[in-house]
């Protein structure tokens, strides 16, 4: 995914480590069963969920953030521009960031 190109209708807006999506206020869904939990980052949640236990995802940019247990298509909140990154758990217990899938991140902006 490159600057230019599109998601789920979206324009990408950069792709450096995280994802930055212009959403222009839009919805930013679940993409599975899981939990929101706030970040230490303003207007920044960790989604995750045991659909796909070896990830979590971090979403900034958010409003009016949704935490806790969250149904596959609820809202988690609204965003200008989301910034998603990808982070999956190494073999020794850390977390490496890498680049999404583009269904995962189409399930994030598309309600089912």
Known sequence: MQPGDSIA??????????VSI???GANVYA???????????????VYSSPEV?????RLCGLR????????????????NYLQFAALRRQPDGT???VEPASDILERTLTKP
């Open 64 to 79: 009016s953030t949704t935490l806790g247990q969250v149904k596959q298509g609820d809202v988690i909140g609204k965003a």
């Open 9 to 18: 209708g979206h324009p990408i807006a950069g792709s450096l480590g995280d």
């Open 95 to 97: 977390w490496a960031l």
């Open 31 to 45: 993409p599975f069963d899981g939990t929101v939990q706030p970040n230490d980052v303003k207007d920044c949640a």
């Open 53 to 57: 236990p070896a990830y979590v995802f």
């Open 22 to 24: 212009q959403l222009d």
